[in-house]
Nanobody, 117 residues
Framework: QVQLVESGGGLVQPGGSLRLSCAAV????????MGWYRQAPGKERELVAN?????SINYADSVKGRFTISRDKNTVYLQMTSLKPEDTAVYYC?????????????WGQGTLVTVSS
């Protein structure tokens, strides 16, 4: 099957930067889209950014101009700059992946990003 393995995250001061990585591992036929969601305490999970196989990119309004999503083969990155305390959340990688004749929806294990002085 297919798994998403995340890395990055941690504690950073306001105004700082972090980069998250997510690698799709397994027998992958095609990655249709990959992206990042986040969930802050007491809040719903929300889309941060995603990128399709055709290169289309979407960002949440709250991160436009500060976060950049990119992809290299089966790995997606989220470069986060000018971080704010309200960016504190668990960040989850998501993938829509073609696998044999099926389409799989996969989530990473989540990585905590804490923005605090």
């Amino acid at each position: 099957q297919v798994q998403l393995v995340e890395s990055g995250g941690g504690l950073v001061q306001p105004g700082g930067s972090l980069r998250l990585s997510c690698a799709a591992v397994g027998r992958i036929f095609r990655i249709n889209a990959m992206g990042w969601y986040r969930q802050a305490p007491g809040k719903e999970r929300e889309l941060v950014a995603n990128i399709t196989s055709g290169g289309s990119i979407n960002y949440a309004d709250s991160v436009k101009g500060r976060f950049t999503i990119s992809r290299d083969k089966n790995t997606v990155y989220l470069q986060m700059t000018s971080l704010k305390p309200e960016d504190t959340a668990v960040y989850y990688c998501h993938g829509n992946i073609a696998w044999y004749s099926r389409t799989l929806e996969r989530w990473g294990q989540g990585t905590l990003v804490t923005v605090s002085s």
